[in-house]
């Protein structure tokens, strides 16, 4: 595991041209958009390879191992890269009995919900284990959707010319997806916003 580890640490500093001081963002969702097997995974490079290996064995560990959940994905996670992270989300996706507290931490971490490199595997996560979180971990998540803060700052950087109306509509957007992995445990007022989203949006897929 720590070999595997090893190796696509030092495949990912140098693949990036700023090496080390690139860290945490890899980038490694453009050639690998989800950990698990998938049609758009280049699987045919050495980084999608090493990434293939590692999660086959962390996850063997695990399910042979069920005590090691814990340690295996610390082990992976202190390699601090984002598909670092990736990964350790994921197993704690597919694994059953998992342990919730640690399931808790990463989705109550801002900087993962606001993270785009991890954005796959914390989507799946949430949509999992959403209804597990008590009422006031939930609150949490979705005072993160309302104010939408990050991306509002984001969205001011990145756009200086549109008009105020489409930055909120890219803001509503946003929000709108961020909705969707946990639109199954919406109640009331929440329920209610997401459906007029989805029809501001024409969104027809979901």
Same mark, same amino acid.
């Given at each position: %595991?720590?070999?595997?580890? @090893? @190796?696509?640490?030092?495949?990912?500093?140098?693949?990036?041209?700023?090496?080390?001081? *690139?860290? /945490?963002?890899?980038? &490694?969702? +453009?050639?690998? /958009?989800?950990?698990?097997?998938?049609?758009?995974?280049?699987?045919?490079?050495?980084?999608?390879?090493?990434?293939?290996?590692?999660?086959?064995?962390?996850?063997?560990?695990?399910?042979? *191992?069920?005590?090691? +959940?814990?340690?295996?994905?610390?082990? +992976?996670? &202190?390699?601090?890269?984002?598909?670092?992270?990736?990964?350790?989300?994921?197993?704690?996706?597919?694994?059953?009995?998992? /342990? %919730?507290?640690?399931?808790?931490?990463?989705?109550?971490?801002?900087? $993962?919900?606001?993270? &785009?490199?991890? @954005? @796959?595997?914390?989507?799946? $996560?949430?949509?999992?284990?959403?209804?597990? $979180? +008590?009422?006031?971990?939930?609150?949490? =998540?979705?005072?993160?959707?309302?104010?939408?803060?990050?991306?509002?700052?984001?969205?001011? !950087? &990145?756009?200086?010319?549109?008009? /105020?109306?489409?930055?909120? !509509?890219?803001?509503?957007?946003?929000?709108?997806?961020?909705?969707?992995? =946990?639109?199954?445990?919406?109640?009331?007022?929440? !329920?209610?916003?997401?459906?007029? %989203? !989805?029809?501001?949006?024409?969104?027809?897929?979901?």
């Amino acid at each position: %595991l720590e070999m595997l580890c @090893h @190796h696509l640490r030092d495949s990912i500093i140098y693949s990036l041209r700023k090496g080390e001081r *690139n860290k /945490p963002e890899d980038f &490694s969702y +453009i050639q690998r /958009p989800s950990i698990e097997n998938h049609e758009q995974n280049r699987d045919y490079t050495i980084d999608c390879l090493l990434i293939t290996a590692l999660r086959d064995v962390a996850e063997g560990i695990c399910r042979s *191992n069920p005590l090691d +959940i814990q340690r295996v994905i610390k082990i +992976i996670e &202190s390699y601090e890269w984002n598909v670092f992270k990736r990964i350790g989300l994921h197993l704690l996706r597919v694994i059953e009995n998992t /342990p %919730l507290d640690m399931i808790k931490e990463r989705l109550l971490d801002k900087e $993962l919900f606001y993270c &785009s490199g991890t @954005h @796959h595997e914390y989507y799946h $996560l949430l949509k999992k284990y959403f209804h597990s $979180l +008590i009422n006031k971990e939930q609150d949490t =998540i979705l005072s993160w959707i309302d104010t939408a803060d990050k991306w509002r700052e984001d969205v001011e !950087k &990145s756009d200086t010319e549109s008009p /105020p109306d489409q930055k909120e !509509k890219r803001i509503r957007w946003w929000q709108y997806h961020r909705l969707i992995p =946990i639109q199954e445990n919406l109640t009331d007022g929440w !329920k209610q916003r997401f459906i007029d %989203l !989805k029809e501001e949006l024409r969104d027809p897929e979901i």
